[in-house]
């Protein structure tokens, strides 16, 4: 932990600095979804740790990462439970994804609606969706 908050802990940004100058290599690691790298980037530069982009590890760079890798097939989309920073990395590789945000349906669910037929799996999916992505989402809910 380098900082809390918007902080740093007292002496962090010295420390890194120094093993810089004694020709370490820094990266900074976190499984923090909801930011982007650029994001990372603008607080460790104004905390004063400073550093380069690519020296920012996030799980959504990761994930985005992982799906251009592996020859995701960028006419299909990504399903996101989570936030904005999952977006802007699969807006990075060209990765195209389902809107994020909260989701309902029209139907309440219960006993009386349970075999509604617009509630069926086949009625709520995107068949374009070839890929799911987990991170924080603040609007999970039972339609997603």
């Not at 994930?63 to 996101?80: N, R």
């Not at 609606?113 to 991170?135: H, K």
Request: aromatic content about 10%; hydrophobic content about 40%.
């Amino acid at each position: 932990v380098l900082w809390v908050g918007s902080e740093a802990i007292p002496g962090s940004p010295e420390l890194i600095n120094r093993f810089r100058e004694l020709g370490k290599k820094v990266f900074y690691v976190t499984n923090n979804s909801t930011k982007h790298r650029r994001e990372y980037k603008q607080k460790v530069d104004k905390l004063g740790f400073g550093g380069e982009l690519d020296e920012i590890i996030g799980t959504a760079y990761l994930a985005a990462s992982y799906l251009e890798d592996t020859g995701f097939d960028k006419t299909k989309k990504v399903y996101i439970v989570g936030s904005t920073g999952i977006t802007q990395e699969l807006d990075d590789v060209g990765i195209q994804y389902l809107p994020i945000g909260a989701e309902s349906s029209q139907l309440n669910f219960n006993l009386e609606t349970i075999n509604d037929p617009r509630l069926q799996a086949d009625a709520l999916l995107d068949s374009a969706v070839a890929a799911v992505i987990i991170g924080f989402d603040g609007s999970l809910n039972y339609w997603k």
